[in-house]
Structures are given as C-alpha cells and as structure tokens.
C-alpha cells in the first residue's frame, strides 16, 4: 500500500485520547446522548485527525470500536490478497480502455484510470461526461461496450447478476439522496447490512448502529424515517449503512451538493477522517475543487468522454493544458477562497 509506512494502524486512528474521553463525557453529562458533533465542526486542516470515535457515547464505544477494527482487519486482508502484477503490487479498482456509448452518444471512449488499494480518487469534470456512468459501471448496474474493469484484481467486466451482487457487497455506494428504505426507521435502515450477516447479537447490533450514527454525526435519530432527515442527514444515515456493510471500497456520488455549506462542511470533514482514519480505497465523484483538494490522492478529470488528466492535484493545478487551466478558473469564479 502507497501509504501504509506513514498509516496509522485501524486501532490507534480509532483510540480515543484522554480529552476526548474528557469531552465525551461532558457532553453526554451536559446532553444526555444528544451530544453535538464538536469533532465534525472543527477546523478543517484538522478534522481529519479527529479520532472516528471521538463522539461515540462511552458505554457502546468498545462494541462499536471491535466492529470497526474487524472492518479495517478484513479490508486489509483483501488487499493483501489482489494479486501482484509482474512482482508490483495491483490496483484495487481499475478501468482499461473502457467505452460506452448509449445510442450515436459516446460518452466514455477508451477511459483508464486506477485506484490504489486505501487511496481516494476524485472523478473531476463538466455535467453530462460520464462520471456517474463510470460509478454505475463499476457496480454493473451499466455494462461496458468494451475495455475491462478490475475490483481486487478480478476482471468484473462480464460478471453475472449474482457475481455482482457480491462485488456491490465490497464496494458500496452512497447515492446522492441517499437511497434509503423509506418505509423502515433510519436505524433499520443502517442495521441492513448487519442482519444479513446473520452472526450479530441483536444487543449487540443496536450498539453498533447507534455507535455508527453518532460517528457520522446523526446521534440519537434511530427511531425516525429517513422522509423526516433532511437531504444531508440522508446522505450521513448512507454514510453510516455503508459502513455497516464493512466495505472495501466507497463510491461517493457528489456528496456535498444540494446541501447547505455548513452541511457539505460535515460532510466533508467525515469523508476525510474515515479516510485517513480507516484507509477505505474511495472514489468520490465531486463538482467541488476545494473538496477534492482535501481529499484527493489522485484525480481523473473526464473531457469530451476522454481521460485529459489523471495525476495528482498539485499536478493538475500546474498543467498547463488551456482545457484544465479554464475548469480551475471557472471554479475559482464560482467558489471564491
Ligand atoms: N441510462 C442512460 N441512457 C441514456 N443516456 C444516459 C444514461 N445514463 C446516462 N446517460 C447520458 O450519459 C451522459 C453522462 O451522464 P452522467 O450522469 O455520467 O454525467 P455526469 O458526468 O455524472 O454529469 P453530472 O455532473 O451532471 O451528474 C449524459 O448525457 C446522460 O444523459
């Protein structure tokens, strides 16, 4: 893993310091469980490095902690498992000269680009180029008209429903609204996943849910539908399912809009610490610069259905390729700093 020698381990990035126990317990005195997610309002450079647990009411932290590490514990163990190509290790997601087309209409032509095993790429480019075609293509829910997509090393681009079914189980989606099961609680929503693997104590797996909605920063709305969260809270309940499900990999489809800045803040905050935190290989499809600046290991930037750059970010802001310099100015006019 590129990162691994300056990676904290799943269970140091999830201990939890003396001030945050101190913090934890003056807000659950003060709060009773709805403590307010201090940790996720605060300043950005830092938020990060906030430890994941840091809001987590103490009495369920250790079921919750356990639940993280065996996540953390497997996802290492699956990218110690891709195969090495000639004697260097493979990437966890990749495309290979993948085009579609729906009609006349190519969207994609001849696209590759790959994801290291805990990295997170951000898909950058105009409306209407493909990036969510390439998310539902990397789930199946589209097919390829040609090239190749690999998820751990296995080649997916020809899978059967039910071989997919078990790729959507490695690497989950958090939609943009959410996708939520209106007619079920949020809690049931989040506990999902954890049913389905039939080895869970209900005692337990009513710990784990909490746990999970008060790291995502929704503590104490179990017990509502997903019709009464607004449009952000939805995309923190998906947040919190698809860890439930113990992913390799998360696909975020434009997490931070149509949610006010405050929200896109939070959210923002959450996807940076679960990814140093927890090392989960990520690809997040965003109009945002100043959110892929934070987040992204690399970017893929999709022009006129092609790949114009694929590098990193400081790469891509000294490009001098007139396509790319006139997005970044675009945004610049759009989102003064
Ligand atoms: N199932 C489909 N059938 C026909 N055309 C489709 C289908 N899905 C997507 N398209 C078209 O493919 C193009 C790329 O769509 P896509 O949703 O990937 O864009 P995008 O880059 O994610 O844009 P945005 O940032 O606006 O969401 C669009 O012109 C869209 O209309």
Not at 103 to 117: A, E, M, R
Not at 121 to 134: A, D, E, H, N, Q
């Amino acid at each position: 893993m590129a990162e691994q020698d300056e990676s904290l381990t799943a269970e140091k990035a999830l201990e939890r310091t003396p001030e945050d126990k101190n913090r934890a317990v003056e807000s659950s005195d003060a709060e009773g469980s709805e403590h307010r997610s201090d940790a996720l309002v605060a300043d950005t450079d830092d938020a990060g490095s906030v430890p994941l647990l840091a809001d987590v009411e103490l009495s369920i932290t250790p079921a919750v902690e356990e639940f993280m590490v065996q996540a953390a514990a497997q996802n290492e163990a699956a990218v110690e498992a891709v195969p090495e190509d000639r004697g260097k290790p493979r990437s966890y997601i990749s495309f290979e000269h993948v085009s579609k087309s729906f009609g006349d209409f190519h969207v994609l032509k001849d696209v590759s680009f790959c994801v290291n095993p805990g990295e997170t790429l951000c898909i950058l480019g105009r409306s209407g180029v493909g990036k969510s075609v390439s998310l539902q293509m990397l789930l199946g829910f589209l097919k390829v008209d040609s090239g190749t997509i690999r998820v751990g090393g296995e080649d997916i681009t020809h899978f059967s429903e039910r071989q997919l079914q078990e790729v959507r189980k490695k690497v989950t989606m958090v939609f943009q609204n959410g996708a939520l099961f209106d007619s079920i609680t949020v809690g049931e929503n989040v506990a999902f996943p954890l049913r389905e693997r039939k080895d869970m104590e209900e005692d337990q797996m009513f710990q784990v849910v909490r746990g999970l909605l008060e790291m995502v920063g929704v503590a104490g709305m179990e017990n509502l539908l997903p019709s009464d969260l607004s449009t952000g809270m939805k995309r923190s309940v998906a947040i919190a399912r698809a860890l439930a499900a113990q992913p390799e990999a998360v696909l975020y489809d434009e997490p931070t809009t149509m949610v006010d800045p405050m929200m896109a803040h939070l959210l923002g905050n959450l996807i940076q610490r679960l990814k140093q935190q927890l090392h989960l290989t990520s690809i997040v499809v965003t109009h945002d610069m100043r959110f892929a600046k934070k987040l992204a290991d690399r970017v893929v930037f999709l022009h006129q259905g092609e790949v114009r750059f694929f590098g990193t970010m400081p790469e891509m802001e000294r490009s001098d390729d007139p396509i790319l310099r006139e997005f970044l100015l675009l945004d610049e006019l759009v989102l003064p700093a």
